[in-house]
């Protein structure tokens, strides 16, 4: 929030500061660092007290992140066409944070093969939602195996969701035991799992991950029933939810910072401030972006925060492809507004009396890989030659350490094709111009996926399949890797250098000026405030470019 300031107020101030008496300010401080030892002294003395009254064996458990995967509001559900999947940049072993619910996981088995129906389509998890678990012995004695009771085991229940899998992501342990003896049900069978009896010493910890399905998802914003729940029999002891403390030394620093700034704030005076809400300007109404599968997850994901804070505001995000998107802001006849994204700049002949284009930043794309192609070519990558040669000419001999090639590609409404056909073909689009759907009719012969997402799992089930697609929307497609072009890993560095060409500048076309919600949310995509927490995606927003002598061409001033 930002605080306004009254011109009369703000001169009384200047007068005011000159006048501020800093021995008074140093005498505060000097209270403030005295106060702060004495409440860390209170807080360690506190805390050894607590531990030496704890029970002799107490498992606790905490809940480290839950977070609904793929589940916005339903309204905004409704109004999409068909169903997001899931992708997100943190559910790997010890980092559970999914950030953009635009895509659904997929379950694999243990060598990491994606699990299939019986006509060879990939099973997705629907209402998924991922949560990490701290479990810690919290107790004064060790727990041996024996002070578990085979008739009570050790039990962790997910009430009103199901299973789908879970795995040990993070483990302390001296002597660990997790690996036979629980019980794993079948996918969405039931609520829980168990684990084997184990030797846990005091301060021992470990983390599950379990992915989740919820048949009956809150209508709002995913599940609010109690997440996880610990049951079973220890002997002497048992289990109980807690919060990770803080290290004693951490506690008694924040309390001497604290009672400091206590000291010293009476002389600040904050006019304004920066923050998630500085840049965000409620406006009620409602407004579609249609276009670009590459930039759709990170405008919905932005939508998601701007909706969660102006209840009033309605942004739906349609993926259907740049060049459709375009046209359909073109041939538009309702006054609703409508925002166009588009991957790169389209041909003038799109383009329409009274349009307004604004960049808005950089997304990187990436040559990505079935496994089954020879290591070689995930680490030393292919040169941008190679790479035509074999969405041309995917049966001729290739270099000796590649078998053969399945390519597959974009159809014709993608401007991640258009990226891809620039700075990587050369301008050459041949092979994709004579391409079909897939499945392609020849076995090895190039073929075209209308979206991101049917292009991943494409080359993820494709032994041998090459294709290209956003950097970010790897991460659950477990057969699939990322090809370094010319050597060069698509990376937000190498982007920044001018190493890494294969990116796209991401614009926005609008009708004339936009206006309302359309400009307020705009406005907010593009502020500091967003670009910065949108760096754990690979996209670059224009703010960033300034200090790239590769890409600030990339965002004239708007």
Known sequence: ????????????????????????????????????????????????????????????????????????????????????????????????????????????????????DGEGRLITVENASQVEVEIRHIGRESIRKEDFADDDPFTVRFPGRRVMDFQVAWARLLNPALGDGGAAPKPGESDSFTLPPLRMNPQESFRLEALLTDPQPNQDSGPKRPTVILTGFIDNGG?????????????????????????????????????????????????????????????????????????KAHITVRAIGSVRGLAELKGQRSARPLIAMYDGQPSWQSLFPGYRSRAVGVVIFAVVGNWHLPRDVFTAGMTTQEIAQAFAHPLEPQPSFVPRFVPVGRSGFSGTRQAFVKYVLGGNDNAELGAGSCPAVDRNSACLENTTMNLLAYVNSKWYSIGYAEADALLFFPNVRVIPVNGVAPTRANALSGRYRFVATEHLYTRGAPKGLAAAFIKFLTSSTVTADLHRYLFIGCSDLARSAALRGRCPPA
């Open 1 to 116: 929030m930002r605080v306004a300031m009254h011109p009369e107020a703000g001169a009384a101030l200047a007068a005011l500061l000159p006048r501020i008496d800093t021995s008074a300010l140093v005498r505060a401080s000097l209270s403030g660092v005295l106060s702060g030892l004495l409440t860390a002294a209170f807080i360690t003395v506190v805390t050894r007290g607590y531990r030496r009254l704890r029970p002799p064996r107490r498992v606790g458990y905490d809940i480290l992140s839950s977070k609904p995967i793929g589940q916005v509001s339903t309204s905004a559900r409704r109004r999409w066409p068909y169903r997001w999947l899931l992708n997100t940049r943190q559910a790997a072993a010890a980092s559970a944070t999914p950030g953009r619910a635009m895509w659904r996981p997929a379950i694999t088995d243990k060598a990491g093969r994606p699990i299939t």
């Open 239 to 311: 289990f109980k939810r807690y919060r990770r403390r803080l290290r004693r030394w951490l506690a008694a620093g924040t309390a001497m910072v604290v009672a400091l700034l206590v000291g010293v704030i009476v002389a600040l005076v904050v006019s304004g401030g920066s923050g998630p809400a500085a840049d965000l300007v409620c406006v009620p109404g409602s407004v579609s972006f249609k276009g670009s599968t590459a930039f759709a997850p990170i405008v919905n994901q932005v939508a998601v925060l701007y909706e969660q804070s102006c209840p």
